[in-house]
């Protein structure tokens, strides 16, 4: 099972809106609606962000959203924080079933 | 508050074995599946196995299967995988996670540390 494609950095000053994309195929991303993305901050476990393509788990703010298109997933962070700054990873389960993350992003808020 | 705990990691020699526990509180640990997700130093996430609420159902990544063995007792609330034949390409910290298919990470211990080396 190959890795998800995502962009290996991305970038955006305070304010500004940012999105990740993660592209897979029709055995996974686009097969299934559960999509996930989590952050993950240096030294610390992966936190689950967005579920099921677009869902919020409580506690997520507002400024995080989720959407797909065939293929392709997306993640777009609104009104950038500091605190936003991280690596990115999609998540999708699979037609073997198994679950195949996408190969990170690194978010730098200028 | 949702918990997970794992233990077990360490300096093992290629050919080894190796046992991780991941000790659970604060659900119903047998109504969820449970997985394994690694991550080599510096790189990314990848998910490693999953077992089924009931313990029925497992599943690997090709990169572990017939190595690995994932298992529960949910008389414990605990997670097990056993490693055997290790490489120096299983050196990761090791995340277990609640969810699986349908339902995704929702929750993750910290991570135990397994190293592969002679």
């Known amino acids: 099972q190959s890795a998800l494609t995502q962009p290996a950095s991305v970038s955006g000053s305070p304010g500004q809106s940012i999105t990740i994309s993660c592209t897979g195929t029709s055995s996974d991303v686009g097969a299934y609606n559960y999509v996930s993305w989590y952050q993950q901050h240096p030294g610390k476990a992966p936190k689950l962000m967005i579920y099921?393509?677009?869902n919020r788990p409580s506690g997520v703010s507002i400024r995080f959203s989720g959407s797909k298109s065939g293929n392709t997933a997306s993640l777009t962070i609104s009104g950038l924080q500091a605190e936003d700054e991280a690596d990115y990873y999609c998540n999708s389960y699979t037609s073997s079933s198994t679950r195949v993350f996408g190969g990170g992003t690194k978010l730098t808020v200028l | 508050e949702v918990h997970l705990l794992e233990s077990g990691g360490g300096l093992v020699q290629p050919g080894g074995s190796l046992r991780l526990s991941c000790a659970a509180s604060?659900?119903?640990?047998?109504?969820?599946?449970m997985s394994w997700v690694r991550q080599a130093p510096g790189k990314g996430l990848e998910w490693v196995s999953a077992i089924s609420g009931g313990g029925g159902s497992t599943y690997y990544a090709d990169s572990v299967k017939g190595r690995f063995t994932i298992s529960r007792d949910n008389s414990k609330n605990t997670l097990y995988l056993q490693m055997n034949s290790l490489t120096a390409e299983d050196t990761a910290l090791y995340y277990c996670a609640k969810g699986f298919n349908d339902y995704p990470f929702d929750y993750w211990g910290q991570g135990t540390l397994v190293t592969v080396s002679s």
């Open positions: 099921d393509v677009s």
């Open positions: 604060g659900f119903t640990f047998s109504r969820y599946a």
